[in-house]
DNA sequence: TGTTAGCACTCTGGTTCGGTGAGTGCTAAA
DNA sequence: TTTAGCACTCACCGAACCAGAGTGCTAACA
């Protein structure tokens, strides 16, 4: 990594540096490509913008920077916002109104649903970006309870309770109609044989129960485990997230064509492809950052994620952070995710 | 209503209403105004452009149809939309393809919320406009059983199931610790208490208990009850809606600028104004339509509605629906959202 | 050798201008 | 009552133009 550090400072000489961090900043600032003769002003060293030019035109030629047309100034490329957000950027600490706001949200002992979705309003109120969080995830996953109630028709009502107090509800049609004493034994005997065990485990062992005692098992036990066992495979990939501010992007020149627009909030409203970028920050530990292409996901092309895992006890994890434009304020943001996280996790925790 | 009707003849010819509603159709079809040439085309009376502008100007008088500007053809007005759906539209009923897609879609036996969320996406996806279903209140919802949990620290879980199946479930934190033991026996009483009764007593009851008998009841049993309050509360106004296909406005030049797409997007996100308008369907026959400001909704005001209340055994009741642009073609769309909340009233019967 | 001034050049964005086409209202004739 | 004719009005389009911002290059300078 030091070579690495060696090698850039070989090809940018320091100074290049500062100006490509204050090219940044500016463009942040303000959305336009910024001229030599801005530039030479906002660095604070005495020079004419003809020496700006030179060095604007290394930078070119190292990809950091770019100019949309020939008379126009200069904007960052990915490449650039990379350098810039690896080791330029000082980050600027949430202001204490932001804090004060996120304390009180997120403070309340409120059910899980409910602190998501602050949060992610919270994210996207502060940053007046898009918000996402990923609902948490437990990494170990007691099975406590589960209750069949027969219901009109052949319908049973299968409910799974998790040690955790999360409760997974589906309704089954089954093949023939089972009085409600035999539902109840049937509970009984999966109680005795589950609770308490890890779910992973459960389902482990309900397949091969299923595929060992396939035939001397009575029709009714049959069914009930593969009831159990569609429950317990919905309650360990609970695949979902809550996004809230999606609008904020509308703001921001760069994404607002209406075929840009339609693809993002498509993306939004099919949250799979976001889920996929989340999933894989989930193992990592502190603020991630995606620019442009990085995530991978093309319709997210010109935009920037900025994430963070966040972990309760090391037994529940999820994954929260921001959409917005590449050209988004990375030293007011990255604290702001980073904050939140610490918060919602605490939230999590009590 | 007659006298309306000979009103509105007198007023209006027979001619002049035929030709409103070739405008209207053709406007509908293309988006631009119509000119008196091509209206006299379209006709198919033969007549000359002159004689169809002295209609115009008639209608124009009547404020059924303006002109954007001097030199352009005519649109309709809201009052010109209104009488072309009450008492000019001949409807298209949906094709068999579309017909067949949603019987394949709405047929299969699934859980109710993935239902809502087919629906939904079927009328978007049909119409290339916004779908909107309303969930399935249940006029008569009866409490089937409770069922109260410890979870760690001062929480427990509370589970509501009704007689139609759902679950509601709700974390709450209480000031001491009870035993499971104890929770067991809470469970049992609320269960003996008020099993098989509707929800809208038992909220009755409970607050009649809760004032009454104040003191002399021991403090398990009081927390118990202000808990089954709150469970019972929120399976009563389970006020919520699944909108889809939002986007799909975004092609409709007239709604195209940003922020009037900020703020209808963001009366999506916020959906309490068009539940508002949606529950005023809830007691309706058929289909019912809202053009324009009528909904009184200003963020829906070029806009309209076309919603239609589905019911099932008249117990469960919902409303379901298309948003779009004013200029939306109603002919077909009417006899769609007609046919959805027949099918989604079906499925969910089952 | 790094920096600067000067200059020619390029490209965007806004403005102006005239022409065209679609459409209107009005009047007078059929 | 309908129609033809006519003058008039706009929106839209493309051309031309200018101003402004910014560049690259070259040559001079410290």
């Given at each position: 990594?030091?070579?690495?550090?060696?090698?850039?400072?070989?090809?940018?000489?320091?100074?290049?540096?500062?100006?490509?961090?204050?090219?940044?900043?500016?463009?942040?600032?303000?959305?336009?490509?910024?001229?030599?003769?801005?530039?030479?002003?906002?660095?604070?060293?005495?020079?004419?913008?003809?020496?700006?030019?030179?060095?604007?035109?290394?930078?070119?030629?190292?990809?950091?920077?770019?100019?949309?047309?020939?008379?126009?100034?200069?904007?960052?490329?990915?490449?650039?916002?990379?350098?810039?957000?690896?080791?330029?950027?000082?980050?600027?600490?949430?202001?204490?109104?932001?804090?004060?706001?996120?304390?009180?949200?997120?403070?309340?002992?409120?059910?899980?649903?409910?602190?998501?979705?602050?949060?992610?309003?919270?994210?996207?109120?502060?940053?007046?970006?898009?918000?996402?969080?990923?609902?948490?995830?437990?990494?170990?996953?007691?099975?406590?309870?589960?209750?069949?109630?027969?219901?009109?028709?052949?319908?049973?009502?299968?409910?799974?309770?998790?040690?955790?107090?999360?409760?997974?509800?589906?309704?089954?049609?089954?093949?023939?109609?089972?009085?409600?004493?035999?539902?109840?034994?049937?509970?009984?005997?999966?109680?005795?044989?589950?609770?308490?065990?890890?779910?992973?485990?459960?389902?482990?062992?309900l397949l091969?129960d299923l595929k060992?005692?396939h035939?001397?098992?009575?029709?009714?036990?049959?069914?009930?485990m593969l009831?159990?066992?569609?429950?317990?495979?919905?309650?360990?990939?609970?695949?979902?997230?809550?996004?809230?501010?999606?609008?904020?992007?509308?703001?921001?020149?760069?994404?607002?064509?209406?075929?840009?627009?339609?693809?993002?909030?498509?993306?939004?409203?099919?949250?799979?492809?976001?889920?996929?970028?989340?999933?894989?920050?989930?193992?990592?530990?502190?603020?991630?950052?995606?620019?442009?292409?990085?995530?991978?996901?093309?319709?997210?092309?010109?935009?920037?994620?900025?994430?963070?895992?966040?972990?309760?006890?090391?037994?529940?994890?999820?994954?929260?952070?921001?959409?917005?434009?590449?050209?988004?304020?990375?030293?007011?943001?990255?604290?702001?995710?980073?904050?939140?996280?610490?918060?919602?996790?605490?939230?999590?925790?009590?």
């Amino acid at each position: 990594m030091s070579s690495e550090t060696r090698h850039n400072d070989s090809q940018v000489s320091e100074r290049a540096l500062h100006f490509l961090k204050v090219l940044v900043g500016r463009y942040i600032r303000d959305g336009q490509p910024v001229g030599s003769r801005t530039l030479a002003k906002d660095t604070g060293l005495d020079l004419s913008p003809a020496t700006v030019r030179n060095v604007m035109a290394d930078l070119e030629d190292l990809g950091l920077v770019a100019s949309p047309h020939t008379s126009a100034g200069r904007v960052p490329t990915a490449a650039g916002y990379r350098l810039f957000v690896d080791s330029l950027l000082t980050v600027r600490p949430p202001t204490d109104d932001d804090i004060a706001s996120l304390r009180l949200c997120l403070e309340s002992r409120s059910d899980v649903k409910t602190l998501i979705e602050t949060a992610s309003n919270l994210l996207s109120g502060i940053t007046h970006l898009a918000g996402v969080v990923m609902l948490p995830r437990h990494e170990r996953n007691v099975f406590r309870q589960i209750e069949l109630l027969p219901l009109s028709g052949n319908r049973v009502l299968a409910i799974l309770v998790t040690s955790e107090g999360e409760v997974h509800n589906r309704i089954i049609a089954t093949e023939r109609r089972f009085s409600p004493a035999q539902l109840e034994q049937a509970t009984n005997a999966l109680n005795g044989l589950f609770s308490g065990q890890d779910i992973k485990d459960v389902r482990k062992r309900l397949l091969e129960d299923l595929k060992r005692t396939h035939e001397n098992m009575d029709q009714l036990m049959m069914r009930a485990m593969l009831l159990a066992h569609e429950l317990v495979e919905s309650a360990e990939h609970k695949d979902d997230c809550y996004i809230a501010g999606q609008t904020n992007l509308m703001e921001f020149g760069e994404l607002a064509s209406m075929e840009r627009l339609r693809q993002l909030f498509d993306a939004f409203y099919e949250k799979r492809g976001i889920l996929h970028i989340l999933d894989r920050c989930i193992a990592a530990e502190g603020v991630q950052i995606f620019i442009g292409e990085e995530s991978g996901y093309d319709l997210l092309d010109d935009c920037s994620l900025v994430t963070r895992a966040y972990r309760v006890d090391d037994e529940v994890v999820g994954v929260l952070g921001v959409i917005g434009p590449t050209r988004m304020d990375y030293e007011r943001v990255i604290p702001i995710v980073d904050v939140t996280a610490r918060l919602l996790a605490a939230a999590l925790r009590q």
